[in-house]
């Protein structure tokens, strides 16, 4: 068992009640077996607690990632919220805490000893 953290990175944020998280796989390997595996449905199941009306996914043109939109999840937004999180920024960091299976290709799908990304 990996976790989503181990093949890619992600940064988070709001649109008003909206919140939008983009994951990006470190190497081609990895945004391969993310594509299979890391679908709307898993990540509305992974924030079934904040109970989004819906998930979308949409592939980022030119980078290995995708972008997925909660809708209705923050609670009515930062001006209008009293969750913790009313803008949406540690979404990205739960969601890199997802557990995914252990490909066969992990090697293929970390980042390089140099630190770059492939």
């Known amino acids: 068992m990996i976790h989503l953290k ?3 990175h ?3 944020g709001d649109k008003g009640d909206h919140a939008n998280i983009g994951i990006i796989a470190f190497t081609p390997a990895g945004h391969a077996y993310l ?3 890391l ?4 990540v509305r199941d992974w924030f079934h607690a904040l109970r989004p009306a819906r998930v979308d996914r949409f592939e980022l043109p030119r ?3 995708f972008n997925f939109v909660l809708r209705n999840v923050l609670g009515g ?3 209008d919220s009293l969750r913790t999180d009313t803008q949406g920024k540690v979404l990205a960091t739960a969601l890199l805490e997802m557990p995914l299976s252990d490909p066969p290709d992990l090697m293929d799908m970390r980042p390089t000893a140099e630190g770059s990304e492939a």
């Open 6 to 8: 181990d093949i890619a």
């Open 10 to 12: 992600g940064r988070s």
């Open 35 to 37: 594509a299979r595996e």
């Open 39 to 42: 679908t709307a449905e898993r």
């Open 63 to 65: 980078l290995p990632g």
């Open 77 to 79: 937004g930062a001006s």
